[in-house]
């Protein structure tokens, strides 16, 4: 029972969140959808890779040992980030098409729920640890 936990320290997950989130204003004030791009292909290389080159950058600057900052959950921090680069894709659609409604809505959800993390509340934590109780209850209702 010797795993390893895989971690990422908090300074870098914050440092993801407010590229998002900064991304999302640079675009409403510009008008220039495609900042949005940046931030998607960051989250996007992180899920299929291993490699996002935000966090691998803010590494550069750290001060201590990356294991002598708290720690977030690698399993948490993909499943927000999925949920990032959904509503990242959906804004750049909706931009590209000329859907207001649609390109707000999403980009709004984005800034908010990174912002808010920024905060101390987890949004995506929250959906995910409520599916995960839901999976749970489910599991408990079938028959054997």
Excluded at 72 to 82: G, L, P, S, T
Excluded at 109 to 115: E, H, I, Q, R, T
Excluded at 119 to 143: A, D, E, N
């Amino acid at each position: 029972m010797n795993e390893k936990v895989r971690s990422i320290p908090r300074p870098l997950v914050r440092l993801n969140q407010w590229f998002i989130f900064l991304s999302v204003i640079a675009t409403w004030v510009t008008g220039q959808y495609l900042i949005l791009t940046l931030p998607l292909v960051a989250g996007i290389c992180g899920i299929l890779f291993g490699f996002n080159p935000i966090m691998r950058i803010g590494k550069l600057f750290l001060r201590k040992h990356p294991s002598a900052y708290i720690p977030e959950d690698v399993d948490q921090q993909q499943f927000n980030q999925i949920i990032a680069i959904t509503m990242l894709s959906l804004g750049i659609i909706g931009y590209a098409f000329d859907w207001t409604i649609v390109a707000l809505t999403a980009t709004g959800m984005v800034a908010l729920a990174s912002f808010v993390a920024i905060l101390g509340f987890c949004v995506g934590c929250y959906i995910r640890f409520q599916w995960q109780q839901y999976k749970f209850r489910h599991s408990q209702r079938l028959p054997n």
